[in-house]
């Protein structure tokens, strides 16, 4: 089973702020199968990011992701204040598990 | 424009079963798959398992296998959870999230949410 661990923990940056988030899978997997989600308190998830690095409709080019076999990033590249949140990876595809990395929280500073 | 909404709040006794409804519309109902994902109080998203209505044959996170039977009934483009022998450790809000969107080939991410259904186990 592949196993995704997201780092940091917790980001706590100032709006204006570049954010960096990692995940990191325990086997390669497809780039076609990695997905980024923001989740809001009380609020179910929004899916991001598809295929490693395509955005979904709407979401603002301020988002982007990148990498490839094991190791994945989402990027916000300034912070606006509605970006504050819980943002996870997952993995999907043809052969479940369709696993999630635990989450990076960020912050406001 | 698709739509998923699920069943209402949930309490139940340690030791019995809860199932949750996910009601579709829109789209295409039996192609795509429906996913299970639980969020524990405070906790991280958790993958419980899906199905395919087309096919009738669900995947289940190792964890639960056992407990959990996901279902489908292509008539009322409906999706449902059950999950037995509950313990105080399931007490979460349990998310239906459908495939479907931003495809490659046989393989989408979830592109649609429902609202959660708050499950609490307590005697």
């Known amino acids: 089973e592949i196993v995704l661990t997201q780092s940091p923990g917790t980001l706590s940056l100032s709006p204006g702020e570049r954010a960096t988030l990692s995940c990191r899978t325990s086997q390669r997997i497809f780039s076609s199968y990695l997905a980024w989600y923001q989740q809001k308190p009380g609020q179910a998830p929004r899916l991001l990011i598809y295929g490693t690095s395509t955005r979904a409709a709407g979401i603002p080019d301020r988002f982007s992701g990148s990498g490839s076999g094991t190791d994945f990033t989402l990027t916000i590249s300034s912070l606006e204040p509605e970006d504050f949140a819980v943002y996870y990876c997952q993995k999907y595809g043809d052969s479940p598990p369709k696993t999630f990395g635990q989450g990076t929280k960020v912050e406001l500073k | 424009q698709v739509q998923l909404v699920q069943s209402g709040a949930e309490v139940k006794n340690p030791g019995s079963s809860v199932k949750v409804s996910c009601k579709t519309s829109?789209?295409?109902?039996?192609?795509?798959?429906i996913n299970w994902v639980r969020q524990a109080p405070g906790q991280g998203l958790e993958w419980m398992g899906g199905i395919i209505p087309m096919y009738g044959t669900s995947s289940y996170a190792q964890q639960f296998q056992g407990r959990v039977t996901i279902t489908a009934d292509e008539s009322t483009t409906t999706a449902y959870m059950e999950l037995s022998s509950l313990r105080s450790e399931d007490t979460a809000i349990y998310y239906c999230?459908?495939?479907?969107?931003?495809?490659?080939?046989?393989?989408?991410?979830?592109?649609?949410w429902g609202q959660g259904t708050p499950v609490t186990v307590s005697s």
């Open positions: 999230a459908r495939e479907g969107k931003y495809c490659s080939g046989s393989s989408c991410p979830c592109g649609y």
């Open positions: 829109g789209g295409t109902f039996n192609i795509y798959a």
